[in-house]
T-cell receptor
Framework: GENVEQHPSTLSVQEGDSAVIKCTYS??????FPWYKQELGKRPQLIID?????GEKKDQRIAVTLNKTAKHFSLHITETQPEDSAVYFC?????????????FGAGTILRVKS | NAGVTQTPKFQVLKTGQSMTLQCAQD?????MSWYRQDPGMGLRLIHY???????DQGEVPNGYNVSRSTTEDFPLRLLSAAPSQTSVYFC???????????FGPGTRLLVL
């Protein structure tokens, strides 16, 4: 089955610096790669996603890149702000009988120091 | 729209007790899922459903049952609670299998 590994497990950056979180996946048939942000005590919420036919996608300070050959994808946050502090999860689809299921990485705790 | 709702918010059980975690969505989504979240382990899929009457197992289904009689509701049943089931449980729904998942607020379960 699909295995998603996420690194680093914790990341501390200074406000204004960039943050990069990387994920690798094992299933070459995976075709959808979302990123979720979870603030303390709250539910995960989608921040950006990318499909297998696209190499990069941007949304303001957030970008995701996908390398299908190497089976890895990354989240890039530029000009980090204190409100970016949260846990970030990557995920990849695994094709099952009734469609796709999402397999999540273990998460990255991002701390932005002001 | 209320989105995805879950009840209860917090529950304490004794080992061996059974209970049902409720999940409902008002977005007419076909796909619904149950995840458990444990420290350092991300979100692990317990069961999911692709529509009324159709359910399937996820990564960690043992000790849990589900059914889907309506599009709106997807309850998760713990048959005989064990301390290993202490966790935060999230329900999620989406329009399709590779679409944005909308999570409920979660249920924090403590099994003594």
């Amino acid at each position: 089955g699909e295995n998603v590994e996420q690194h680093p497990s914790t990341l501390s950056v200074q406000e204004g610096d960039s943050a990069v979180i990387k994920c690798t996946y094992s299933d070459s048939a995976s075709n959808y790669f979302p990123w979720y942000k979870q603030e303390l005590g709250k539910r995960p919420q989608l921040i950006i996603d990318i499909r297998s036919n696209v190499g990069e996608k941007k949304d303001q300070r957030i970008a995701v890149t996908l390398n299908k050959t190497a089976k890895h994808f990354s989240l890039h946050i530029t000009e980090t702000q204190p409100e970016d502090s949260a846990v970030y999860f990557c995920a990849a689809t695994q094709l099952w009988e009734y469609g796709n299921k999402l397999v999540f990485g273990a998460g990255t705790i991002l701390r932005v120091k002001s | 729209n209320a989105g995805v709702t879950q009840t209860p918010k917090f529950q304490v059980l004794k080992t061996g007790q059974s209970m049902t975690l409720q999940c409902a969505q008002d977005m007419n989504h076909e796909y619904m899922s149950w995840y458990r979240q444990d420290p350092g382990m991300g979100l692990r899929l317990i069961h999911y459903s692709v529509g009324a009457g159709i359910t399937d197992q996820g990564e960690v289904p043992n000790g849990y049952n589900v059914s889907r009689s309506t599009t709106e509701d997807f309850p998760l049943r713990l048959l005989s609670a064990a301390p290993s089931q202490t966790s935060v449980y999230f329900c999620a729904s989406s329009r399709g299998s590779a679409e944005t998942q909308y999570f409920g607020p979660g249920t924090r379960l403590l099994v003594l």
